[in-house]
């Protein structure tokens, strides 16, 4: 069966598992699918139980049967763009990337060129399709302005592997991040729910009514004075998870405006000077390790930090060291 086929996939609910909901029990079995989209699946006739249609709210029964169908892509209409990539690693399943701060990952609305997934249509073609037409290969994402690195699906099998991985924790992320402010600890943890901004719909915050479990492990790696370079490693993936817990924190990302990390009011006027090419949050994906999907074999990739945040640091660095 190629990928641009119909999947389909069968399961006998266990004792475990009886009273589940439909949806969460789908979300469940099938990594690449969230509770939203198997509500949509449902409701689309796509999932029977005992063969026939059922309710997202249906409560299961030990030993009913569950099938669920994938409907093939449609066309994405994605524009293959001959843009440069540094691979780090490529074989049949999976390519590691190291993105560049300012690439969109995946096409949508106002950007429909110039991201990742064009890049990497041009390159391979053969993406997984389980992310959906317009995110062919995304398994995990990183923000516009967070450089580092990213590990892409090439076939659907691969896809569900990572996926599996992302959702037990069993992958390990790591980023170097430069924030504004000291720290009185060498190391802590940040555990707080993660969901959108009660008021700024394009914010995420630490007080919505409905955030999601979040966790951030975070350690000083070097101190400036007025700037902390940390390294933080996180156990769960929401969106502008490591962002928000800093700026939560009142030690925001440097140059990230959205979360309190503007440097534009920054004192003495030089740190303004020194800072006026971070025109990004100063937060870079520096290390990736997870199982390859089809060999199990333990990878670890690691990416030096990009040019504009090595800059600033070095400058920090002898600022401090003239104190």
Known sequence: MTTQEETLAEFTVG????????????????????????????DDGEALVDGRPAR?????????????RRPPPLPSGIVPEEIPLAILYEDDAILVVDKPAGMVVHPAAGNPRGTLVNALQFHCGNLST????????????????TSGLMVIAKSDEAHRHLSEQFKKRLVSKHYTALVQGDFRDDEGVVDAPVGRHPVERKKMSTSSRRGKAALTRWRVLERYGAFTLLEAKIETGRTHQI???????????AGDSV???STRTLEPPE???????????ALHASRLSFRHP????????????????????????ERAADK
């Open 259 to 261: 979360y309190g990390g």
């Open 130 to 145: 389980i992310g959906g037409v317009m995110r062919p290969g995304i398994v995990h994402r990183l923000d516009k302005g």
């Open 294 to 317: 089809l060999t199990g074999r333990e990878m670890t990739f690691e990416s030096p930090l990009p040019k504009d945040m090595a800059e600033v640091i070095r400058f920090l660095r």
């Open 243 to 253: 962002r928000v817990h800093l700026g939560a924190l009142g030690r925001p990302v």
């Open 15 to 42: 004792p475990e598992e009886q009273g589940l909901r439909l949806d969460v029990y789908l979300s469940r079995k099938d990594a690449t699918v969230s509770r939203s989209q198997a509500r949509r699946l449902i």
């Open 56 to 68: 997202a709210s249906h409560r299961l029964r030990h030993g009913e049967r569950v099938s669920l």
């Open 271 to 281: 740190l303004r000077v020194a800072l006026k090419n971070l025109t990004r949050q």
